[in-house]
């Protein structure tokens, strides 16, 4: 079956600007989170939906937002963008909330320039 | 926050069995240890997670100390492709698909 997809796979933006991410979960996965990768913080956790429903969320300003779909699939949007929201942008899906593996996306890179 | 410890990068032989040793003394009674590995550019990949029992899979093996303040994970047979670097993260289980990333082990493989 399908893996987790991520669009798009690169994308260069300008500070200020605003961008959305995608990410497709695995079919019949409800729990999709995202994750922020930077070579000075590492892997670092934003949120993540469960239902449509954000249950948990980082430590990331109020410019990182996401929102899930009733298919389960999930945008992220970053506004205002910043030099240092370079980074790359990874999805993961997991089958249910508890002692379950999460599946990872290839990611999006995101540049800001 | 993480709440492991990890060496920071280590080599083995291609062939022989890697041993990554993973710290979690404040480990609580709920929480389980999962390992994931990052091969570079690449999304996490799922490895194997444990509560007090040792865990053996198709990839590797888990053995958690009977005081679970400490794991190992276990690649039998560690091939050039096994480059990568290692996260070993505890979580509390019904808490949702959050995972706390630490700095990882970066094992090389060599020839």
């Known amino acids: 079956k399908a893996g987790v997809t991520q669009t798009p796979r690169y994308l260069i933006k300008t500070r200020g600007q605003q961008v959305t ?5 695995i079919s019949g996965h409800r729990s999709v989170s995202w994750y922020q990768q930077t070579p000075g913080q590492g892997l670092q956790f934003l949120f993540e939906y469960f239902s449509e429903t954000q249950r948990n969320k980082g430590n990331f300003p109020g410019r990182f937002s996401g929102r899930q779909f009733s298919n389960s699939r999930s945008e992220m949007n970053v506004s205002t963008l910043e030099l240092g ?7 993961a899906s997991s089958l249910l909330d508890w002692e379950t593996e999460a599946f990872f996306g290839q990611g999006t890179r995101l540049t800001v320039v | 926050d993480a709440k492991t410890t990890q060496p920071t990068s280590m080599d083995c032989a291609e062939g022989r069995a890697a041993n990554l040793p993973c710290n ?14 990052q091969i570079h550019s690449q ?3 799922y ?3 444990g509560l007090k029992n040792n865990e053996t899979n198709e990839m590797a093996s888990l053995i958690i100390t009977e005081d679970r303040k400490s794991s190992t994970l276990i690649l039998p047979h560690a091939t050039l492709r096994d480059t990568a670097v290692y996260y070993c993260i505890v979580r ?9 990333f630490g700095t990882g082990t970066s094992l090389t493989v060599i020839p």
């Open chain 1, 21 to 25: 991410l995608s990410c497709s979960p």
């Open chain 1, 85 to 91: 929201d370079s980074a790359l942008y990874l999805c």
């Open chain 2, 24 to 37: 979690h003394s404040t480990i609580s009674g709920n929480e389980y240890v999962y390992w994931y590995r």
């Open chain 2, 43 to 45: 999304g996490p990949q």
């Open chain 2, 47 to 49: 490895i194997i997670h």
């Open chain 2, 92 to 100: 509390v289980a019904n808490t949702g698909n959050q995972f706390y």
